[in-house]
């Protein structure tokens, strides 16, 4: 309907009621809505219609709309609580009141020249009284619009001011009450001001106006935030109160305005006297306020919170309990519909959650859900995405405490509504983005569905992304982050995820504050990430910093802390770890004992229970392993049962455990040979197979114990696994991808070992190439020389039984690859960190710069050694070699380079044989073999059975101990024999057989030349003076040498010899701490006379640093010194100088461009490790590695007296040119002379070898 319609409409209406008196002509609801329209068709504007015309609407509107509610007022007398249509017809005809004749008569005293001040206050009195519990804004618009004219006609000193100036003060509070016009609450409060300044002293009128004021600032104060507002509102309602009567109505509003402003002021400055403050007048005012009051729900309510809040604050139940107990009563005397409710039973949630939080209670945590969906029935409300998210936690920690999974299903779907419904910028959206992570994590736990810990990683990092550092909700979401990483690393083995979880969890323990309540777990949840990488990838550095980590835990937990338990029982495994890996019985003792302290602070029948009895099981295997208590192990076994038996079926945890347990009955079996034993120890390995996904990263370890286990079996009955069960296996054992790959590698061998045994020898052969080509990537390239070598160290065997395997199927290259592949894989990552760049550096240039960087920060030394360093290096190098596998991934895709820094063929090998013949050598576990390899034929095998594997290994044993038997006269005669019997036993065993099988020479003047390519612990042995006294032997028939591998070889003959001979000679007489060489002092000084102009240092001038220096300008290089060989370690042998000791990595990592011939005159510098061998680590490997075409060590510690006569009489065999020719040759003449000279002391001779070209 147009304007000129409507108003027609409600004159119409009008015009009904004067004729015929029928209260329905402006009683209806329809007359309502018309004044409605009408009035705003009246305020619509119109750019096409002038001013004029608005202003003579909004006439005509105020006239007939006054009429309107005039007329109402006639049909409905007003009276107090029903003044809605008289304040309208105030407020629409004050706007008439120059035309005395357009408004109604009965409101000229309301209105207009002739108003009465005392009816226009006393109605605007009543207006204010029903605009304070009515929220019909009408009502202090017709007070403001009375008092408008009554206030200025009242003058100053009026008795009568300060009541009409403190009415009018209320009608502007009530007004911005309803419109939120922040000008009418400043009015209220100036002409309040007025109001109080003329009010008399002690008069009743001012404890009205000091109300009011004092009201009206704390309305501003929620408003803006301002102190002075807050302060002043608490003074002026206490003086207020101080002039109020016990008995006066409105005296519990004031105790409640009063109990308000402290407790806004307790939240702003967190004072304690302020909140024990409004608690006091609170309590005061429910004693005030009657039963059935219209404010007594809103004053519970207000009570509850603060008795809340302060429990919040200092704790005490009895506080918690009183604020449930009001907010229980406020939300009883509540109606259905009130919205208030909604305030109520959050704050009802939020104290029963408290209580639940505090104190436990799971009638508790059933009220907040129960609470919770009460208020969620309620639709559309503007908090539902909180509402959802509080909810969700609650059913998932009510799922932690039953588990239900009703119950984390909810929590699932409640937690995904609130976050489709909640706006992303929702201060709430990280906690609940954090709290819907967890959900999946725990249904993840309980279904073992990876999607659900995918949906848990996502979730979580995205709250860790909307939060500031300054966050509070932060510290949660990176516990969170980290304990999500590590259950999907725990499910899939992923890398990224343990370091991710690493990086959290460092950042949460630098965030919190050293006396945070929570530090000393978020240091133990590190320690697990460390120790959990260690187990992974095998650096040291890890292990340290997790041991570092949670012995600083501990120490920072109280002795009562519910965590302690687990504190002890994780820094035990820890220590576990690391005597496993170091055999430091300290840390078997300490591992036991912080075990045994976990247990016994762990209830029996605890669900935490089991993992210590299981580490302590374990603890006491190792234990009877090291010692041989019988003890140990029947305790070993008691315990892991106790833990299976407390071990519910459905926990995840079950299958670990019951591997474990098949450990000490294995070991037990082995102990007494009782069947029963074995049986136990397969049945449990069985089912914990049965128990986990294929996919799982434990699978390969299950595989591994239950190879042995099925393979001590059939050495014992015979009983073998059907080749279907044995293929499954091994396709199993291939398909494990998400297992480490050093228990891939593990699994591979023991699975290979059972179908070599079982003669299945294709599926052996496929196993044990398997774990060959995992050997490089179970070393943790990020880690050190020493994590790298005791990875491999503890594969010792698994070449020899992979060429035996080969050999066993005539397959005599593949032995040879095998063999290339397995062994010296240190030396190999050496040897392709010096790959020659050139033609990748001419198809692309940048590519090659790239990588060239890469390598050479690889290559570079280790840091400082301390732990916080070593930690930094790892996280360093495994970003580099991130990129050099990216860079590495690139090249080989480039036309030309697919194969660029593979592992060679035999066919790209066998070049570097040419004038001779590599002897590969394998005392295997079930067959021993020697391989001829030569340039120009095939691979020749020739069977070895008079080659015993333990008779190597006693032989070894033998040797070693006789060769550093330091005694003088009885070390001697040991020596004597023992080397003797080990050359005519290599003799009839090795060297004959492979003698007689080898090619004529070509040079009928010369033997043949023959390197030497002992695999395993053959490599202690001196296979070029194999013989029997007084008959001909090796050194009769061929010239030796030594490799470690065929590429090492290559690599070596590959390199020009030196066109010129710059010698360096260091020799020390004294070293410090150790004995006196004073045969070195002749040595090098017959040495330096005859190239008079080259370097020589000596003694003290003979540091690392200066060796280091000089080395790289040298061509020739002779070293009379002591040496250390280091058999558990050998990277941390190396040769005695004056200040310290040049260690194999130093010399490894030297890059010598011209260097030729080195002379190691000092002892064992030709000795490897025991469990190393096939790493062919020792010094003169390094010093071929460091670039020497030809290295003359030492097997053996030899007399000073004879070291310095062999290196002159070497050097005197030695062809007069510059370069560095035929040093085998004449290191085979000078041995046949001192053979001649000592014949019955092979000690004394044998002991020198040629490496190299």
């Not at 076994?637 to 591997?659: C, V």
């Not at 550096?841 to 390598?855: H, K, T, Y």
Request: charged share 25%; aromatic share 6%; proline share 6%.
């Amino acid at each position: 309907m147009s304007f000129d319609d409507l108003t027609r409409q409600v004159r119409w209406r009008l015009d009904a009621y004067r004729e015929t008196r029928e209260a329905g002509a402006v009683m209806d609801e329809a007359a309502l809505a018309e004044a409605d329209r009408l009035w705003r068709a009246a305020r619509t504007r119109s750019t096409g219609r002038p001013e004029s015309e608005d202003r003579r609407r909004l006439a005509v509107a105020h006239h007939a709309l006054g009429w309107l509610f005039f007329l109402r007022t006639v049909a409905t007398p007003p009276r107090p609580g029903r003044l809605w249509d008289l304040a309208r017809a105030v407020v629409f005809c004050a706007p008439l009141a120059d035309d005395p004749g357009a408004i109604p008569a009965p409101l000229h005293a309301l209105i207009g020249p002739d108003a009465d001040i005392d009816q226009q206050t006393a109605l605007a009195f009543d207006l204010v009284e029903d605009a304070a519990a009515d929220t019909d804004v009408m009502l202090a618009e017709a007070a403001i619009v009375l008092l408008a004219t009554a206030v200025p006609a009242t003058p100053e000193g009026h008795p009568s001011r300060a009541w009409h100036l403190h009415v009018l003060g209320r009608a502007h509070l009530r007004r911005f009450q309803g419109t939120g016009a922040e000008k009418d609450l400043d009015r209220a409060i100036s002409v309040g001001r007025r109001a109080l300044e003329a009010a008399p002293a002690g008069s009743p009128i001012q404890a009205g106006c000091l109300a009011h004021l004092g009201r009206a600032c704390l309305v501003r104060f929620e408003r803006a935030g301002a102190m002075t507002d807050l302060d002043l509102a608490a003074e002026l309602t206490e003086r207020a109160l101080n002039a109020t009567s016990a008995d006066d109505p409105y005296l519990a509003t004031l105790l409640s305005n009063l109990g308000l402003a402290h407790l806004r002021r307790f939240e702003r400055l967190e004072t304690a006297a302020d909140l024990n403050r409004a608690i006091e007048l609170g309590e005061q005012v429910l004693d005030a306020t009657p039963s059935g009051h219209s404010d007594l729900a809103l004053r519970l309510g207000y009570l509850g919170r603060s008795y809340l809040t302060r429990f919040q604050r200092i704790g005490g139940k009895e506080d918690l309990d009183r604020s449930i107990s009001l907010t229980q009563q406020a939300l009883d005397a509540t109606p259905g519909g009130d919205q208030y409710r909604n305030s109520l039973l959050f704050n009802l949630r939020a104290a029963h959650w408290k209580r639940f939080e505090y104190f436990g209670a799971v009638a508790d945590v059933d009220q907040v859900i129960e609470l919770g969906e009460q208020t969620l029935a309620t639709a559309d409300r503007p908090d539902q995405p909180t509402l959802l998210s509080g909810l969700s936690t609650a059913y998932l920690r009510r799922f932690d405490l039953d588990g239900a999974m009703a119950d984390v299903e909810r929590a699932i779907e409640l937690g995904e509504e609130a976050l489709n419904l909640g706006p992303a910028d929702d201060p709430g959206q990280a906690a609940l983005l954090s709290d819907l992570g967890l959900a999946h994590l725990r249904r993840f736990e309980r279904l073992g569905r990876v999607a659900d810990v995918d949906r848990a990683v996502e979730l979580i990092e995205q709250a860790l992304a909307t939060t500031r550092a300054d966050h509070p909700e932060r510290t949660r979401c990176l516990a969170n982050l980290g304990l999500v990483r590590m259950r999907r690393f725990d499910r899939l083995g992923t890398a990224a995820d343990l370091d991710r979880a690493i990086e959290v969890r460092g950042q949460l323990v630098d965030a919190v504050d050293p006396d945070h309540p929570y530090r000393a777990i978020h240091l133990a949840d590190l320690s697990t990430a460390y120790g959990e990488r260690f187990e992974r990838v095998g650096a040291v550095a890890d292990l340290e910093r997790a041991i570092e980590l949670g012995e600083e835990a501990l120490d920072a937990t109280p002795e009562d802390h519910p965590e302690r338990a687990s504190l002890r029982a994780n820094l035990g495994g820890r220590h576990l770890a690391r005597f496993e890996h170091l055999g430091a019985a300290q840390d078997l003792d300490r591992a036991i004992e912080l075990t045994e302290q976990a247990l016994e602070l762990i209830p029996a029948g605890h669900p935490d229970q089991p993992g210590p009895l299981i580490n302590l099981a374990t603890a006491r295997l190792r234990r009877f392993r090291r010692l041989g208590a019988a003890e140990d192990l029947e305790r070993a076994i008691g315990l892991g049962e106790q833990a299976l038996d407390t071990t519910p079926a459905d926990r995840p945890e079950r299958a670990l455990f019951m591997a474990n347990l098949g450990g000490p009955y294995l070991a037990r079996f082995e102990r007494t040979g009782t069947m029963a034993d074995l049986e136990r120890a397969i049945e449990l390995t069985e089912q914990a197979l049965e128990l986990i996904p294929a996919d799982h990263p434990r699978s390969a370890m299950f595989l591994s114990n239950l190879g042995t286990a099925y393979l001590r079996r059939f050495q014992r009955s015979g009983h073998d696994v059907s080749g279907t069960t044995l293929r499954a296996l091994a396709d199993h054992v291939v398909s494990a991808t998400t297992a480490p790959p050093a228990q891939r590698l593990k699994a591979a061998q023991s699975l290979g070992q059972l179908a070599y045994a079982q003669g299945e020898q294709a599926t052996a052969v496929e196993l044990f190439d398997a774990a060959v080509a995992m050997l490089p990537l179970s070393t943790p390239r990020e880690g050190t020389w020493t994590d790298q070598e005791h990875i491999l160290g503890q594969r010792s065997g698994l070449v020899g039984d992979a060429v035996a395997a080969h050999c066993a199927l005539n397959d005599l290259t593949g032995a040879v690859d095998a063999a290339e592949s397995g062994r010296g894989v240190l030396l190999a990552a050496q040897m392709d960190a010096r790959t020659d760049l050139s033609d990748l550096n001419d198809a692309d240039p940048g590519l090659g710069r790239q990588f060239q960087q890469i390598r050479d920060q690889l290559n570079a030394p280790a840091g400082s050694g301390r732990a916080a360093d070593a930690i930094k290096e790892i996280e360093t190098r495994k970003r580099l070699w991130a990129e050099h596998d990216e860079l590495l991934a690139q090249i080989r895709q480039r036309p030309g380079f697919e194969r660029f820094q593979r592992p060679p063929r035999l066919a790209d090998l066998q070049p570097a044989t040419a004038g001779g013949a590599v002897v590969m050598v394998n005392a295997g576990g079930l067959r021993s073999d020697a391989i001829i390899i030569t340039s120009d034929a095939e691979p020749t095998g020739i069977p070895l059975p008079g080659l015993d594997p333990e008779e190597v290994w006693v032989r070894a044993r033998e040797m070693l101990i006789a060769a550093h038997d330091s005694r003088l006269l009885s070390g001697t005669l040991r020596r004597r024999r023992v080397v003797a019997d080990i050359l005519g036993w290599l003799w009839d065993a090795i060297v004959e057989p492979v003698l007689d099988a080898l090619p004529a020479a070509d040079d009928t003047d010369e033997p043949l030349r023959v390197w030497w390519l002992p695999i395993g612990l053959l490599g202690l042995f001196p296979f070029h003076a194999a013989g029997h006294s007084g008959q001909p032997d090796a050194l009769d028939k061929v010239v030796s040498s030594y490799t470690p591998t065929l590429r090492a070889l290559a690599n070596t003959r590959a390199r020009p010899a030196a066109s010129t001979r710059r010698q360096l000679t260091v020799a020390l007489t004294r070293t410090p701490n150790l004995p006196d060489l004073p045969g070195t002092a002749a040595e090098a000084a017959a040495l330096h006379a005859m190239h008079p102009d080259t370097p020589a240092l000596a003694d003290e001038e003979a540091t690392t640093a200066r060796v280091r220096s000089v080395l790289p300008t040298a061509t020739w290089a002779h070293f009379a010194c002591h040496a250390h060989a280091d058999l558990a370690t050998p990277s941390r042998g190396g040769l005695c100088l004056h200040d310290d000791t040049l260690l194999l990595p130093d010399i490894i990592r030297m890059r010598l461009a011209d260097a030729d011939l080195a002379y190691l005159s000092a002892c064992s510098t030709a000795q490897g490790g025991w469990d190393h061998a096939d790493e062919s680590l020792h010094i003169a490997s390094a010093f071929q590695m460091a670039g020497f075409r030809h290295v003359i060590a030492s097997l053996w510690p030899l007399h000073d007296h004879i070291a310095a006569t062999a290196a002159s009489a070497f050097y005197h065999r030695l062809p007069t040119p510059p370069a560095a020719d035929q040093p085998a040759h004449a290191l085979r003449h000078v041995t046949l002379d001192l053979r001649a000279e000592h014949p019955d002391r092979p000690d004394l001779w044998a002991a020198l070898v040629h490496s190299g070209a």
